[in-house]
């Protein structure tokens, strides 16, 4: 295979359908209007289900339904759309439902704006969906880790029964970048639990609920997925490390703005001040190991992120007072240069 | 010794959680006689919805998802568009489809989507504890109309069954009672016509049944079924209101 040049929304669009998605639910939002676009062009030509939904609300408990009844299925929105699926994707992980939610973020709070943004990192990683619940969110840094990601994101969310995220800034949804997409069957995970109706002859009724009356039967529902987070956290952290071998100073970036703090990160070396990447591919479970262990070699860490500071709380947790951890973030859809992100190295040098 | 009388194999045989007098229960075994009589329980998915009937997956003998508040529709779309041959159906109650889920109903109806509605019309909130419902009778009292329901400040009643019909998609739309023993045998014909057309491909189909709730509206059993004769069925009449199948 060689690669292509595609669309950002487009190639996850069509990893989704090469990863075997049955079953696609929709509602128009920029940036990610290509992927609603893209499946109901050829996800129905290769046996699939497109619906375009009224709502992002009624997109993920169409997806709910899908998923209940034994569907490989996935929806895709950006962030007001997001805020919209919480409750579904609660009910999603409490009834342990396996499907995967595409995040093509925008600035907001509210309305907000259509150009790329970070703000969601805290609706991603903390939910805004009631209860005791996780999902797993992979942050891609170009269009080809997308169409990864979203492989991956179908198998982890088969493997754990989990609402897993794939959530890119708009950068990546809007971007043309060259591609090579996996087409390799993605293995069929057995759903001997989904109610696809023959209770009959399958002897036992296949129930698909998020309630339980008793409490102590609710207690050990949230003990049992406290569990299987833990085995998550315990075994799917995806973290790169760039020229952190020798750094004294670590930054943190993940999405679009990683690869602008690299370009940054060459400047500064060529100016002899040795500085590191670390970059989380799963914001959760989020790398507080490695972030943790680096703090032991570096003087400080600074986090740089489009929005006012999200992600750089689960640093400062990961680095637990060891050294300063400073931030630097645009917004709005304004995005940084690298001179920004070597500036606001620069400004912390003189103390340390 | 001849067996008059059989329980329907549509139902499991966990006790039911309504309040005595309650004719959930009612229409419990009548949707689970139809799916029983028609042979489909070994291909039917239940979407139960939230309110007094949020157990309803218990109680049907048949694979079933239990849905977020006023979703069941949206819910049984992605199940039907990925097992087009399997039967789906909702049961709903008033303030589930004609409240919160107004939007869900009338446009899984709008999709055509060709699912099965059972719309519990109780005029009332049950299973919170007796509030007002978008269908509460004018003057009817309840825990958040204390003073009967004022039609100036509150709307009146709205008929989802008239609404449904507008609705180009919906292909049989029925209202029916459980208030004697003739009503309950009119409301099962209904029940049972529209698994049928689901079951030939016919469409979207959705029968609203006026059910008591002698709990909330503090009225014995027996004054509920008159109430529900009386006072629910002047105001929602019964009768077919689209039958897209004897038009053509
Ligand atoms: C999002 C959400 N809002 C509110 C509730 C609380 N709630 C549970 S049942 C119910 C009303 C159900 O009334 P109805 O649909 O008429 O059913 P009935 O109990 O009368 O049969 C409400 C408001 C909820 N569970 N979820
Ligand atoms: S509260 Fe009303 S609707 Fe609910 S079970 Fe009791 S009588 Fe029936
Ligand atoms: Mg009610």
Known sequence: MSKVLMKGNEAIAQAAIAAGCDAFFGYPITPQNEICEYMSKY?????????????????????????????????????????????????????????????????????????????????????????????????????????????????????????????????????????????????????????????????????????????????????????????????????????????????????????????????????????????????????????????????????????????????????????????????????????????????????? | MAVVFQKTKGLTDTPFTYCPGCTHGIIHRLVAECLEELEILDRTIAIASVGCSVMSYEFFNCDAIQAAHGRAPAVATGVKRVHPDKIVFTYQGDGDLASIGTGEIVQAAHRGDNITVIFVNNAIYGMTGGQMAPTTLPGQITTTSPYGRDVSKQGEPIRMAELMAQIPGAAYIERVMTADPVSVRKAKRAIKKAFEIQKNGGGFSMIEILSSCNIGWGLSPVDSLKYIKEEMASYFPLGVFKDKGASQ
């Open chain 1, 43 to 352: 996800l129905a030509k290769s046996g699939g289900a497109f619906v375009q939904a009224e709502s992002e609300l009624a997109a993920i408990n169409m997806v709910y339904g899908a998923a209940g009844a034994g569907a490989r299925t996935m929806t895709s929105s950006s962030s007001p759309g997001i805020a919209l699926k919480q409750e579904g994707i609660s009910y999603c992980a409490g009834a342990e439902l396996p499907c995967v939610i595409v995040a093509i973020s925008r600035g907001g709070p509210g309305l907000g704006g259509i150009l790329p943004a970070q703000g969601d990192y805290n609706q991603a990683t903390r939910g805004g969906g009631n209860g005791d619940y996780k999902v797993v969110v992979l942050a891609p840094n170009g269009v080809q880790e997308a169409t990864e990601m979203v492989r991956d994101a179908f198998l982890l969310s088969e493997k754990y029964r989990n609402p897993v995220m794939v959530m890119a800034d708009g950068v990546i949804g809007q971007m043309m970048e060259p591609v090579e997409i996996n087409t390799d069957p993605l293995p069929k995970f057995e759903k001997p639990w989904a109610a696809t109706g023959e209770s009959q002859s399958r002897g036992t009724r296949n129930v698909i609920n998020s309630l339980f009356l008793n409490p102590v039967d609710l207690e050990n529902h949230n003990i049992a997925l406290r569990k299987k987070y833990d085995t998550i956290e315990e075994n799917e952290v995806q973290v790169d490390l760039y020229m952190m071998e020798d750094a004294d100073i670590a930054l943190v970036a993940y999405g679009t703005p990683s690869r602008i703090v690299k370009s940054a990160i060459e400047e500064m070396r060529s100016q002899g001040i040795k500085v590191g990447l670390i970059r989380p591919k799963t914001l959760y479970p989020f790398p507080f190991k490695q972030i943790n262990e680096a703090a032991d070699k570096v003087k400080f860490m600074l986090t740089a992120e489009l929005s006012m500071g999200q992600m750089v709380h689960d640093v400062r947790l990961a680095v637990n007072g060891k050294v300063p951890v400073y931030f630097y973030g645009r917004a709005g859809g304004m995005i940084f240069e690298p001179k920004e992100i070597s500036d606001a190295v620069k400004s912390h040098l003189g103390g340390e």
